[in-house]
């Protein structure tokens, strides 16, 4: 029953293959981003995507091959996009691919690929990973600029968690059309525990990603390929047997028929794969037992130095199994198993010595000349094979290098598994400190950096605990110092309070005039700031300039500068907070540093809504949002610049803008500081919409329903005023007022716009609201809130017109924030300057103001102000919204209220008007609807739906 191997005729998948033209057709609209393709290990992945990939190129698409190996959990960072830029290099040429990036950019890539020369000195961890994102996302972009472009990736079940980490990346940020991702996986191989699980969980939820699963064959299909492979139509019985024993997976389907194993079957499917490999020559059978402890792909250079056999020795040896297909040749004179589960089957029949001595061969000849595993990958792979050959002395120092070269990568993720295994190893080897040049607490601190730099909060807090309970602070004060600033950076990152005694700690333990001593000074005064200590803060400033100053670190009196201006902000001293953050931008420029420019711009965005020049803070969003992209900030300074931004459209009435912008931030996975801060934004919004379910879920998990305690002052103040607009939306003003009490207990208050004055003139709504119900309560609340206000500055249009409405200006508050261009809080004005109009009688000014407010609120579709301008407008007879040819508005209204039971003077008092006027009102419509008493006139009105609306 011998035949092909491979059936030259593609067997059914007609389907998926459908899916897969039908993906690529809206990748080119730009509605699809990614498909992910998953099926069993042999069910015909790799032959369906192949396909695929050859007809997108006969189409005139550019197809890039990107495959992951099993080595890339191990550490090999990036396989894929390494794969995928060594193509683009071998077909344009560097200088090509460099000139489709921004300048310099190519840099980044150098991390990757040498080719594209010196790697960038940039040495911020945190940003230099996400900088390396972009540059990926860049380049894509740009090739779709000419012509469709399809990634292929397979076997990403095998990514490791950088590669991870941007392909998630990849698929939330491509939006434009031309682009397309297709990644295979191996379904049977997810575990509970598969670090790839939450990614497909986390992709499956982002727009513009498929998922596609391909399934077994039918029996018609096996008869088809085995129709292909053996040349002629095969018996029924033989497909019957075939079908059954194969359930269906094409590669069983092949083996079975290679091997002629249809009636006496093998004991496993392990046995009928390594079939066809047994019944090559015993020399070749060897070679390629070397070959799989090498990986899927060994080059020949290296195949041949760890089996000792010359070229034409080892040609001699692999043409049977190439012959045979076991194995085929890859580019760049390198070998690959047909599939992955023939490496697997070979690989496993290694005896445990057969598989250490191997292992150790292919360290030994490595070592000697790296030249024959592809640049960048000669760390990795000793460190692999190091390992597997168990010798703890060289398995420890290739791990160690391994792992540093995995910083110059920004491979962080792959570097602390790396040095677990170091530290891991530390015992078995005496003289480790001298082997690596390195103690064991630098490992720990190496190992926190790197968990720190991909936020992996739990594991870098135990590495830290474990620094610092091998250091003595009384000789290595400065290095106990910066753990400890670490440690609250760990804390600071889980919402952690009680950090200042810490850092406050940290400062008493470095000496003066040292760099320890600035950074942890940069720290401290930041949270002191947060914290409302502006004080004390700005004198740990004034020593941390003169220190930086003295050493040189621009970057570092950037950083205290903007800590300085931050206490302007919170002073509600806009003019100085704009100049400082100035003078700190540009210590950014000139140094080059994306994270103090990134951070400096939103800094100022925030000072510009304060000013009231929201317009100048939109524009200057859009410029920061594209620096941060330049400089790999998005999850951190660019975040804060969206949430800025999204602020300013909220301000403007440009709410729609805003969720988008809130919405988008959000996909990033920003740190939890940045995501409850962008939630707030959401809230505001939900709350002014009467989006009340919606307003509790962000509540719920900002803490602000639980209590949750806070430490710094924006945090306190924001989370205060939105649990009282949610009391209020509920209609519980006695809740809200001791909301109030609460947050007015607290020392300090801000003078910043949005901070303390915004929550001023809410406690003004709160009072006015409970002063019926409470007016003992309210009267203390305004008293206590007179006492902050006397001691906040006014500084700014803004202030200006949240004082006014403190202070029941409405008429001039509407006229502050008309000119502010801020639409919501012109129309609360308008509406409370009505209420006070229409309570001293001036219903005609009363109606006048809000037949200005309804269009504005209607616009925004703030449901619960728009209910409350038309409820007044009812009142006061100035909106007419029911039409009635029986009765008149006014009636309208009075028998609305008569309906609820009220009595004359009730309705009088309700509407503005005298208990006589009510009287005739009621009259008329008794007279109108025919009946005789009130009841009546109640019953006739729900008959004749009168009062439907």
């Known amino acids: 029953m011998r035949g092909r191997s491979v059936s030259p005729v593609f067997v059914g998948r007609e389907e998926e293959l459908a899916a897969l033209s039908e993906s690529f057709d809206e990748a080119r609209k730009g509605t699809v981003t990614a498909v992910l393709l998953g099926g069993e290990a042999g069910v015909g992945k790799t032959r369906l995507v192949q396909l695929f990939a050859e007809r997108c190129a006969a189409d005139g698409a550019h197809v890039l091959f990107g495959g992951c190996v099993e080595l890339s959990t191990e550490g090999l960072a990036y396989a894929p996009f390494t794969a995928v830029l060594r193509q683009l290099v071998r077909e344009q040429g560097p200088a090509a691919v460099a000139a489709l990036l921004p300048e310099g950019a190519e840099r980044d890539l150098a991390r990757l690929l040498p080719e594209f020369g010196e790697p960038s000195g940039d040495g911020e961890t945190d940003t230099g990973r996400a900088r390396l994102f972009e540059q990926v996302l860049t380049l894509l972009e740009r090739l779709a600029d000419s012509r469709p472009t399809v990634l292929l990736i397979e076997d990403i079940h095998w990514a490791d968690r950088s590669s991870r980490d941007l392909i998630a990346f990849l698929s939330r940020n491509l939006h434009i059309p031309q682009v397309l991702i297709v990644m295979t996986y191996r379904s049977d191989d997810l575990h509970r525990q598969h670090p790839l699980r939450p990614v497909l969980a986390e992709l499956g939820r982002v727009h513009g990603v498929h998922r596609l699963d391909l399934p077994r064959l039918s029996r018609d299909e096996v008869a088809q390929q085995m129709t292909g492979i053996l040349g002629r ?31 006496g079957f093998p004991e496993s499917m392990q046995d009928l794969i390594l079939s066809a490999v047994e019944r090559l020559p015993e020399e070749t059978q060897r070679v390629l037992r070397i070959a799989a402890a090498g990986g899927i792909r060994v080059g020949h250079a ?15 040896a692999l043409r049977p199994a190439i012959a045979g297909n076991v194995l085929q040749v890859a580019d760049n004179r390198a070998y690959v198993f047909r599939h992955s589960l023939i490496r697997e089957a070979v690989h496993e029949e290694l005896l445990p010595g057969e598989h250490q001595r191997l292992h150790a061969r292919y360290a030994e000849e490595i070592s000697k000349d790296r030249t024959l595993v592809p640049m960048g990958r000669a760390p990795v792979e000793l460190a692999h094979h190091w390992y597997g050959a168990r010798n703890d002395l060289w398995a420890l120092i290739s791990a160690w290098e391994a792992a540093q070269k995995s910083f110059t990568t920004f491979a962080y993720t792959e570097a602390v598994p790396l040095l677990e295994r170091v530290l891991m190893l530390w015992d078995r080897v005496p003289d480790a400190a001298e082997r690596i040049g390195a103690d064991h607490t630098a490992v720990l601190e190496r190992a926190s950096e790197a968990a720190n730099a991909v936020h992996d909060v739990d594991k870098g807090m135990k590495f830290v605990k474990a620094a610092l309970s091998e250091l003595d602070e009384t000789r290595e004060p400065g290095r106990v110092a910066q753990l400890i600033v670490r440690r609250v950076a760990f804390k600071n990152s889980k919402g952690q309070m009680g950090v200042i005694e810490e850092l406050r700690h940290a400062l008493r333990l470095v000496p003066e005039h040292t760099q320890d001593r600035a950074e942890v000074i940069t720290t401290l005064s930041r949270h002191l700031m947060l914290r409302g200590e502006i004080a004390e803060a700005s004198e740990l400033i004034a020593e941390g300039l003169r220190l930086v100053r003295e050493l040189g670190d621009r970057c570092l009196e950037a950083d205290l500068l903007m800590n300085l201006a931050l206490g302007h902000s919170l002073n509600g001293e806009l003019e100085s907070t704009i100049v400082v953050n100035e003078q700190a931008l540009e210590l950014g420029r000139q140094e080059g540093s994306g994270r103090v420019m990134t951070r400096a711009i939103g800094n100022t965005i925030d000072a510009l809504i304060d000013m009231g020049r929201a317009d100048e803070a939109v524009q200057m969003s859009e410029q920061g949002w594209e620096i941060a992209k330049k400089y790999g900030r998005l999850r951190g300074s660019g975040l804060f610049i969206k949430n800025n931004w999204a602020e300013a459209l909220e301000s403007l009435g440009r709410w729609d803008e805003a969720v988008e912008i809130v919405e988008g931030a959000l996909s990033h996975g920003p740190a939890l500081r940045n995501r409850y801060a962008l939630l707030r934004v959401r809230a505001d919004i939900a709350l002014a919409r009467g989006e009340l379910q919606l307003v509790e879920s962000i509540l719920s998990e900002v803490g602000v329903l639980k209590d949750r305690p806070e430490e710094f002052v924006q945090d306190i103040t924001s989370n205060a005023r939105l649990r009282i607009g949610w009391h209020l939306l509920r209609g ?9 009490e609460q947050v007015l207990a607290r020392p300090r208050q801000s003078s910043k716009a949005m901070l303390g004055w915004r929550l001023l003139a809410l406690l003004r709504t709160i009072c006015d609201a409970a002063e019926d119900a409470e007016p003992e309560r309210a009267a203390a609340v305004r008293a206590h809130a007179a006492e902050v206000a006397a001691e906040l500055s006014v500084i700014g249009p803004v202030v200006e017109a949240y004082r006014l409405s403190y202070t029941g200006d409405f008429d001039a508050a509407a006229a502050a924030w008309e000119r502010l261009k801020r639409p919501h809080n012109q129309a609360k004005a308008l509406l409370r300057a009505a209420a006070a109009a229409a309570r001293s009688g001036d219903r005609e000014g009363a109606a006048a103001r809000l037949k200005v407010a309804l269009p ?16 007044l407008s009812r009142r006061v007879g100035g909106v007419q919204q029911e039409q009635s040819e029986l009765l008149t508005p006014r009636e309208l209204e009075v028998l609305r209220l008569v309906t609820q039971g009220r ?6 008092a309700e509407l503005f008007i005298s208990a006589k006027t009510v009287s005739v009102h009621v009259s008329n419509i008794l007279a109108k609807l025919g009946v005789t008493t009130r009841g009546e006139a109640a019953a006739a009105a729900h008959r004749l739906s009168l009062l439907s609306r």
């Open 233 to 263: 139509v095969p018996e029924y019985a033989s497909v019957e047997q075939v079908y059954e024993r194969s359930e269906g997976i094409p590669l069983f389907v092949e083996a079975m028929l290679e091997s002629g194993e249809v009636c």
């Open 302 to 316: 290296l195949l041949a130095a760890v089996s000792g056999l010359s070229d034409v020795e080892l040609e001699t």
């Open 732 to 740: 519980e003003p006695g809740a809200a007022l001791k909301v109030a």
């Open 856 to 871: 504005l609120a209607q616009a925004l579709r703030a449901t619960p102000l728009v209910d409350e301008i038309e409820a």
């Open 903 to 908: 009595t004359n003077r009730d309705i009088a």
